[in-house]
């Protein structure tokens, strides 16, 4: 069983970065995709970013330019830089990993920004 555990997230002001980490219980190389959702009160879970195997980053148009995923094959763990936060990016944050066989999430870690 594949375990993905967030961290990272807080209460930050508008303008500020906020640093996500996944830290996943195997190689991530294993998986076809690694990436980021995201969801907020009465709303859908939304794809932030994503880097496929062998692919190019994707990002959703409202972060692009602003957040950076990455990732650290050699620690197992996925980044998720957010920069020039907005109240709207205000959500729970989740991991994901795809593999050939099933998809698997973390538990979600909370991002709120206000002032």
């Known amino acids: 069983q594949v375990q993905l555990v967030e961290s990272g997230g807080g209460l930050v002001q508008p303008g500020g970065s906020l640093r996500l980490s996944c830290a996943a219980s195997?190689?991530?190389?294993?998986?076809?995709?690694v990436g980021w959702y995201r969801q907020a009160p009465g709303k859908q879970r939304e794809l932030v970013a994503s880097?496929?195997?062998?692919?190019?980053?994707n990002y959703a148009d409202s972060v692009k330019g602003r957040f950076t995923i990455s990732r650290d094959n050699a620690k197992n763990t996925v980044y998720l830089q957010m920069n020039s936060l907005k109240p709207e990016d205000t959500a729970l944050y989740y991991c994901?990993?795809?593999?050939?066989?099933?998809?698997?999430w973390g538990q979600g870690t909370q991002v709120t920004v206000s002032s």
């Open positions: 994901n990993a795809d593999s050939m066989f099933s998809g698997y």
């Open positions: 195997r190689s991530i190389s294993f998986f076809n995709s």
């Open positions: 880097i496929p195997r062998g692919g190019s980053t």
